[in-house]
């Protein structure tokens, strides 16, 4: 029986710069157990002598590689990015509660991400968009700092022809920038929706969420119809470390997805 302490060792195929923090790795895993993961799962992610730190999933369930996108800021972190093809990692997982695409069917939906949130949402995305068909309408509204700060920009063409609205929108930019200018919740508004068909899903920032809830309710959608990921310092995946604890629920295990409705008695998760 294969036990959630033990990791299994993944192989970097392709190491990508995507920004000045961020890069991105594609990894085949020694286990096929690695595969079996929904969008908004996790993976610890180590190495020898550094320790280990729980790092989204960014591709779709089906891929036949795992992909990762690492943000640098600490010893761990700066270690993996200086991993190159061949070079090896170690994984355990994947963990938490992720989305459950299927209970979204038939639904419109509106994806808010903040920041490093387009990681876990591309894996969202990705899966909600291999099933186009199922799902009405889509739209993507993401957010950065900066243009230069902005994440998977080259493949939302892609995603726009395959019939997902996506929205840009950065704080700060320069004259050449053609987008929106201002957080996400400035574009928010001007989404027509269907009060009982649409769903929101937030990824992002924690000081995001408040304004955004409030911008999706202020459209019709219910605490049902809204979920999002829950960032916290995870350091076990399995809940018994209790750093991600919030009063009784073990976010790294009922979470980091959730839907607004389940958050009613614990006031300090957003």
Not at 233 to 252: A, D, E, P, T
């Amino acid at each position: 029986m294969d036990s959630p302490y033990l990791p299994f060792l993944g192989m970097v195929e392709r190491s990508m710069r995507l920004s000045e923090k961020e890069r991105f790795f594609a990894v085949v895993p020694s286990s096929e157990a690695l595969l079996a993961y929904r969008p908004g799962q996790f993976f610890m992610v180590g190495l020898p002598g550094y320790g280990e730190a729980p790092i989204s999933i960014t591709s779709a369930p089906g891929d036949t590689r795992i992909e990762l996108c690492v943000r640098a800021v600490g010893n761990l972190t700066n270690a993996l990015h200086k991993l190159r093809k061949g070079d090896r990692m170690w994984l355990r997982g994947p963990f938490g509660r992720g989305f459950a695409t299927n209970e979204m069917e038939g639904r419109d939906i509106v994806f808010v991400a903040g920041g490093i949130g387009i990681v876990p949402m591309r894996s969202l995305v990705k899966a909600v968009l291999a099933e186009r068909e199922r799902f009405g309408r889509l739209t993507l509204i993401y957010g950065a700092r900066t243009p230069e700060e902005m994440l998977f920009t080259e493949e939302m063409d892609n995603w726009r022809r395959r019939g997902l609205d996506v929205q840009l929108t950065v704080d700060k930019a320069e004259a050449r920038w053609k987008g929106n200018t201002g957080v996400v919740t400035t574009l928010i508004p001007k989404v027509s929706i269907k009060e009982k068909e649409t769903l929101g899903v937030i990824i992002g920032p924690p000081v995001m969420y408040r304004f955004v809830i409030l911008s999706l309710k202020a459209l019709g959608l219910g605490a049902e119809d809204i979920y999002m990921s829950l960032e916290r310092r995870m350091k076990c995946g399995v809940g018994k470390c209790g750093h991600c604890q919030i009063n009784s629920v073990y976010v790294c295990q009922c979470g980091p997805v959730f839907k607004l409705s389940e958050l009613g008695g614990l006031p300090e998760a957003i």
